[in-house]
Nanobody, 114 residues
Framework: QVQLVESGGGLVQPGGSLKLSCAAS????????MGWYRQVPGKERELIAT???????IYADSAKGRFTISRDNAKKMVYLQMNSLKPEDTGVYYC????????WGQGTQVTVSS
């Protein structure tokens, strides 16, 4: 079973930046597509950034131009650099293997507020 541990969230003012990190456990990590999801209370988890095994990246419209997803296969880590944060970026952020196979970490809370 895949284990994922997210970190790096916090409270930040609008316009600020945060870098999220995700430590993965699966032996297939370097061959897996990985992504970051955001969940807001009352809504389904939204996939906001994907990085495929060869390094291509795909972003939701809400993340384009502001967020950057990256990975370090040697360390089995996935990162999400978030810049120019907005209040609507608030939520719990989860990383996941794509497609998700039923394993979710605890997530990390991001709150953008003045």
């Amino acid at each position: 079973q895949v284990q994922l541990v997210e970190s790096g969230g916090g409270l930040v003012q609008p316009g600020g930046s945060l870098k999220l990190s995700c430590a993965a456990s699966q032996s297939t990590f370097s061959s897996d597509d990985m992504g970051w999801y955001r969940q807001v209370p009352g809504k389904e988890r939204e996939l906001i950034a994907t990085i495929v095994r060869v390094g291509w990246t795909i972003y939701a419209d809400s993340a384009k131009g502001r967020f950057t997803i990256s990975r370090d296969n040697a360390k089995k880590m996935v990162y999400l650099q978030m810049n120019s944060l907005k209040p609507e970026d608030t939520g719990v952020y989860y990383c996941s293997k794509i497609p998700n196979e039923g394993s979710w970490g605890q997530g990390t809370q991001v709150t953008v507020s003045s």
